[in-house]
């Protein structure tokens, strides 16, 4: 069971996204849900991304190494928001830098929270999440929102995310990256796999949904940025379908074996 005011730790990897860094890391710190912490994961950024998140601390403790990566934690300046800092000594993917911040943080933390550091949250988006899984907890596993897409020349665009149908979720992803996950879920079906370079948010919900319900918040709560740095753009084709195909390897294998 969670407990009264569940601590919720958003992990957010980064790499090589220095303009964007502080306004992702603000819009969770502002957030009106009291007991939460960030955990910052610089995945051997080279633009000084890892700099502009130092700089968001307030009163650091002494920096720290541990296993190899640089550790830096303190407060959210003009905020109560734990922030921690891993800076990784070379580039991983982002599978890897989440799993990474999942590690460090598992034993303090009930519930986690997903953000790219090009995206941030809107007001209210951790206490409604945090709301919707506590009405049922233990049944679900996960939370959704929707969410408006920022294009590279400022317009944004709304996108209303389909009611949560696992039928649907076999054939498409229609799970927001920005959601919430329940420790039990990630206990349960795994973490992100990291040989995947994208695809790697649908896999999650594909095997989150055969242990727990996931639910729909029909309410715009978060931003997501589109663009030439997104890996719509940087990733190959032939690599988006390598992937797509793989996850649904992964699932048709599950379902056999579950027969």
Known sequence: PLSAEPLVTIVMPVFNQAKWIEQAIRSVANQDYPNKQIVVVDDGSTDGSGDVALNCLYKPMA????????????????????????SLPKNHGPSFALNWGFKVSWDRSELFMLLACDDYYLPGKITKSVEAIKRSPGTIGAVYTDYDIEHEDGRLSR???????????????????????????F?????????????????????????????????VLAVKREGKHTSTNTV???QWNLDHGRVQDKLLARTKGAK
């Open 236 to 238: 190959s084709k032939i």
């Open 159 to 185: 996108v209303y995310c389909e009611p949560y149908s696992s039928n649907v979720l076999a054939r498409r992803n229609i799970v927001s990256s920005m959601s919430l996950v329940s420790k039990d879920a």
């Open 187 to 219: 206990g349960r079906a795994g973490v992100m796999d990291e040989s995947l370079r994208t695809c790697e948010d649908w896999d999650l919900w594909l095997r989150i949904s055969e242990h727990f319900n996931i639910v729909h918040i029909p309410e």
């Open 63 to 86: 920096p720290r190494e541990q296993e190899g990566v640089a550790v830096a934690i303190g407060k959210v300046t003009h905020t109560d928001t734990r922030l921690m800092i891993q």
